[in-house]
């Protein structure tokens, strides 16, 4: 990766934290010194505007996706620096909730991957108020936040089955004892998915009673769905198009399914946390993802752009799309959860 | 004497506040949390639906694997300590093999080797419909504990058998079967507690093996509900639920860990004579066939078959095709090794390397002082952190250190040492009341000073507990995922960190290929203080005052 090349290396640190981190490690410079010795980039570069700090950010998007957007932003504006954290969505989550219990979020920016996180972190304080001037659909964004990349919920299914055409059909006997399902408790795509087909009135939760009673089988996640679909242990699943189309470009042997009435959309929203306000190289940052300069470099890496007209990883052309009530699925999760796992669990 | 005085007030200074730093703070910290914040939600949590059976899943299963890890890594560690075993080397590094591999890995190469549409069954069309069950779960938690029992135990043969005894048994016409009842498996007896005890909180805390496998049966344990609680933590009080299951967690490891150190422990410490000679009565070498055909279908089934479907799930393209040659690909190796991993392998070995010498001392000064009054309990404390779910302990470290290490290698190091102070304290334990107190005096009085004395009187015979307990501490902090995922930050990012970032936890092949090279790279040392345990062993028995007997004519 060209990012390796970076002379980066411990401890970089904002200014804020820098001398009480350093005193805590003392004790432990024997490791420190084995990170590296550099010393933290100089702030303040040129320009008129203040794009220059070296900011933090948060996110659970993948390297693939996010480090040539980081490269990208930081080769736009010298002096920039973005130091990342990338983890799965719980170990986010579970980090900034340290954070916030042990000294406040140190992230300026965080970037998600459901909207539902999102969601609590406003209101909570801890993001939002701002957002930058974009042309991402509306019901991609909020006043507090901007669907930057967007996950698609496929149906996919093994060599020598018929691939289904709709949702309901995994429900058939075509299908008996071979569905497969991710764990709307362990990925939040997955919740995603819980989300929009018990709001449909056509599914409900009885859709997944309909796949219980149809054999279907739970796995923890998407990734999962993909591969024992493409190893042919199951005829079919539910799983998001970037883990099947990088499964079926690298040759597994699995069919890809837009069904009817949709493949359900589940924005990856980025936001810009409360203590940053005054940041305008964060800003800068959450103003460039959901630009079409971007957005491109989004798509380019893989991931599907929020911004309609650029062109992403592959859409079939009569392929619809839908949506779950994202603000409605806040305060129904909990008890959805419950539900279902009363039709998964043991 | 005021001197050891002084010396045990120092230790017992050094232990209490480690203890306290890694172990109590973080514990306090979120009972604080959930005191603060959750107050009136803790009853609802507690009788949410479907904790019940989590717990029940949970207990069930963490006795279930003693029951069973525990009587296979002891018979291993019998098995392997007959000197005419055919091939004893070479299964002595095997039967360490699972240490190597994440929990995780180890689950996906069950499914991969005994799953539909697995490797047994793409070769004779035979799978096992159970793996993917709460009976897959437990086979593969033995599988992955058995190796720590074996050492436990192997280390106890080393340092507490009385291979004099067992002989002059033999020789008497005492059966083998009788000699291991009444001499070797009562001498073994603190080994044997410190390994159940250790197994059984490990499994306690287990995450990655009931979420991969036990996922389709529905099996969910307090750790696979801690998780699904973290992934939505995000709402407070999903947080607060998954910090009150973590609390659950340590309240019951605490119910059953302490009666156990308590009762248990002095009860099976004997004051004996130090000698030192860990082969054991040859026996005959029909037994040692048998127990090498034994030895050699465990490693197969429980390892062999599931490597190697891991190595061909790694050079194999993309999943679902045929691991044959015009399938293969080294893209899952060079994605493992680039220049980027490089940097971070050098950093995930040398923090493995620190925090397992920083865990054989304070591993050792706990086992040290637990034999006195004053000491007890410190080993039951120390316990507490492996039970918590890498998650949530890591999660207990930042909510308590977060504001002045977060991001740092330093934090990184303290998650290590929190998770892994029972890996080493458990074995030195074990070995360690062999040491008889009148020698250290009486190396002492002729003039020894101090510090020599300690070293060729304490230090020697521990030598193997020691130089096992770095070595297990070591191996599992080089592929730790789960803490040093959630804690690092710019610069101090781990190997597992690295690769995992780069391909998902469900990419099989990516990861598939770092168990490999992470194999790889860990044979090379692994052997290398395989070879350094047997030469301290050879040493030692050739130092023995006990010529070996002549194997007995007859054998019943």
């Known amino acids: ?346 | 004497m005021a001197g050891a005085r002084y010396l045990r007030g120092a230790t017992l200074g050094v232990v209490t506040v480690a203890a306290v730093s890694v172990v109590l703070t973080p514990l306090l910290v979120m009972a604080r949390t959930v005191w603060i914040e959750g107050g009136a939600d803790v009853a609802d949590i507690l009788t949410a639906r479907g904790l019940s059976s989590a717990v029940k899943n949970t207990f069930l299963l963490a006795v279930a694997v003693t029951v069973l890890a525990v009587p296979l890594g002891t018979a291993l560690a019998l098995a392997l300590r007959r000197p005419n075993l055919p091939g004893r080397a070479f299964w002595r590094v095997v039967i360490l093999l699972p240490v190597l591999v994440p929990d995780f890995v180890l689950g996906y190469s069950w499914l991969r080797a005994y799953g539909r549409a697995g490797f047994t069954d793409d070769l004779l069309g035979v799978h096992w419909p159970g793996v993917q069950t709460p009976v897959g779960v437990t086979v593969v938690v033995v599988v992955n504990a058995v190796p720590l029992v074996y050492l436990i135990t192997a280390v106890g043969l080393a340092a507490r058998s009385e291979p004099a005894m067992e002989r002059a048994a033999r020789v008497s016409g005492g059966t083998a079967l009788s000699v291991l009842r009444t001499i070797t498996l009562p001498l073994l007896g603190p080994a044997t507690a410190t390994a159940a005890v250790l197994v059984f909180v490990l499994t306690l805390g287990t995450f990655a093996i009931p979420q991969v496998m036990g996922s389709p049966a529905g099996f969910s344990t307090i750790t696979t509900r801690i998780y699904s609680n973290l992934a939505r933590s995000s709402d407070p009080l999903a947080f607060t639920e998954a910090v009150t299951l973590a609390l659950l967690l340590v309240v019951i490891a605490v119910l059953v860990v302490a009666p156990a150190d308590a009762l248990l422990g002095p009860r099976l410490r004997v004051t004996r004579v130090a000698t030192t000679d860990s082969t054991s009565v040859a026996g005959s070498r029909a037994g040692g066939r048998w127990a090498a055909t034994g030895i050699a279908c465990y490693s197969v089934l429980a390892m062999g078959l599931p490597l190697l479907a891991l190595v061909a799930t790694a050079i194999t393209r993309a999943v679902g095709l045929a691991p044959t040659p015009e399938n293969w690909t080294l893209d899952n190796f060079l994605a493992v090794l680039n220049a980027r991993n490089g940097e971070a392998l050098g950093r995930s070995v040398m923090l493995a390397a620190v925090a397992a010498s920083v865990l054989v001392v304070l591993g050792g000064l706990v086992a040290a002082l637990e034999r006195s009054r004053s000491g007890r309990g410190l080993a039951t404390l120390v316990s507490l952190t492996l039970v918590l779910p890498g998650s949530t302990l890591a999660l207990g470290l930042l909510l308590a250190y977060g504001r002045w290490l977060g991001g740092t290698l330093a934090i990184i190091l303290l998650a290590y040492i929190a998770k892994l102070w029972a890996f080493a304290h458990r074995p030195i334990s074990g070995a360690l009341d062999r040491l008889p107190p009148d020698e250290l005096h009486a190396a002492r009085i002729s003039g020894a000073a101090p510090l020599t004395a300690m070293r060729t009187v304490v230090l020697r015979p521990l030598a193997p507990a020691l130089l096992a307990a770095w070595l297990v501490c070591f191996l599992t902090a080089l592929h730790e995922v789960t803490m040093s995922s959630l804690l690092y930050g710019p610069g101090s990012e781990t190997l597992a960190v690295v690769v995992l970032n780069s391909a998902e936890l469900g990419q099989v092949g990516v990861t598939s290929a770092l168990s490999v090279v992470i194999t790889l790279v860990l044979l090379i040392p692994a052997l290398g203080f395989w070879i350094a345990i047997r030469g301290l062993n050879r040493g030692k028995a050739s130092l023995s005052p006990v010529p070996p007997v002549p194997e007995p004519a007859h054998v019943g």
Do not use: H
Not at chain 1, 150 to 163: C, H, N
């Open chain 1, 1 to 346: 990766m060209a990012r390796s090349g970076t002379p980066r290396k411990f401890p970089i640190m904002t200014l804020r934290t820098s001398f009480a981190r350093l005193a805590a490690v003392l004790p432990l410079m024997l490791i420190a010194a084995c990170g590296g010795s550099e010393q933290a980039p100089t702030t303040g570069g040129s320009g008129a505007s203040d794009i220059s700090e070296t900011i933090t950010l948060y996110t659970c998007v993948s390297d693939t996706t996010i480090q040539p957007v980081i490269e990208a932003f930081e080769d736009d504006n010298p002096g920039a620096t973005i130091d990342l954290f990338r983890a799965p969505t719980a170990d986010l989550n579970a980090r900034v909730a340290g954070d916030v219990r042990s000294g406040g979020l140190q992230a300026d920016v965080i970037w998600a991957c459901d909207p539902l996180t999102m969601q609590d972190y406003v209101a909570q304080d801890l993001l939002g108020g701002w957002t930058p001037e974009t042309e991402v659909a509306e019901e991609l964004r909020t006043e507090d936040y901007v669907g930057v990349a967007v996950l698609y919920m496929v149906a996919v299914s093994a060599e020598g089955v018929t691939p289904p055409e709709s949702w309901s059909d995994l429900t058939g006997d075509a299908y008996a004892d071979g569905v497969v399902v991710p764990d709307p408790g362990f990925a939040a795509s997955a919740l995603g998915a819980l989300g929009y087909f018990s709001q449909d009135p056509d599914f409900g939760i009885e859709y997944y009673q309909a796949l219980k009673d149809n054999g279907a089988v739970q796995v923890s996640a998407p990734d999962d769905v993909t591969t024992g679909v493409a190893e042919g242990v199951y005829k079919a699943g539910i799983t998001n198009a970037n883990s099947a189309y990088a499964a079926q470009n690298a040759g597994s042997p699995i069919e890809i399914v837009w069904p009817e009435p949709g493949a359900i959309a589940i924005y990856g929203p980025a936001a810009l946390a409360a203590d940053a306000a005054d940041s305008d190289t964060a800003k800068a940052f959450l103003t460039y993802i959901a630009s079409e300069e971007g957005q491109t470099v989004i798509a380019e890496a893989g991931s599907y752009p929020a911004l309609e007209g650029v062109s992403g990883p592959t859409i079939p052309e009569d392929a619809s799309i839908v949506f779950p009530d994202w603000a409605a699925l806040a305060d129904q999760k909990d008890d959805l959860l419950a539900d279902y796992q009363q039709i998964f669990g043991a």
